[in-house]
């Protein structure tokens, strides 16, 4: 069995999936066509797998990020998930992206 963090939705014997769910354990087997489809994604084993490091990580990038830069940020405001995962190396989901951003966000 092997980690891995879900890129887009799908449903299997265990129920619906969606991106920000809690990480999954597969089976090779189980893994195999998902993996090909891009639906999942593995976890490598230097990717943080304690929600408060995750989440401390992603705050301090989230600081590291340039606020001149607009291909870095969404319209709301929010930091850009893909530039987050550039910089990190490891998937990050909106949850988590979201989640970050209410404790790292300047104060209005």
């Excluded at 990480?23 to 489809?37: G, P, Y």
């Excluded at 405001?77 to 992206?97: F, H, M, N, S, Y």
């Amino acid at each position: 069995m092997k980690t891995y963090t879900i890129l887009s939705p799908f449903r299997d014997a265990d129920g619906n999936h969606k991106p920000g769910d809690a990480d999954i354990q597969l089976s090779d087997a189980d893994a195999k066509e998902l993996l090909e489809i891009d639906v999942i994604q593995e976890l490598q084993s230097s990717v943080p797998t304690d929600s408060a490091e995750r989440q401390s990580a992603i705050i301090e990038t989230i600081g590291k990020l340039d606020t001149e830069d607009a291909d870095l940020w969404l319209r709301d405001g929010k930091p850009d998930v893909g530039a987050l995962v550039e910089i990190l190396g490891w998937p990050v989901t909106a949850a988590e992206r979201n989640a970050a951003w209410e404790v790292a966000k300047p104060a209005a």
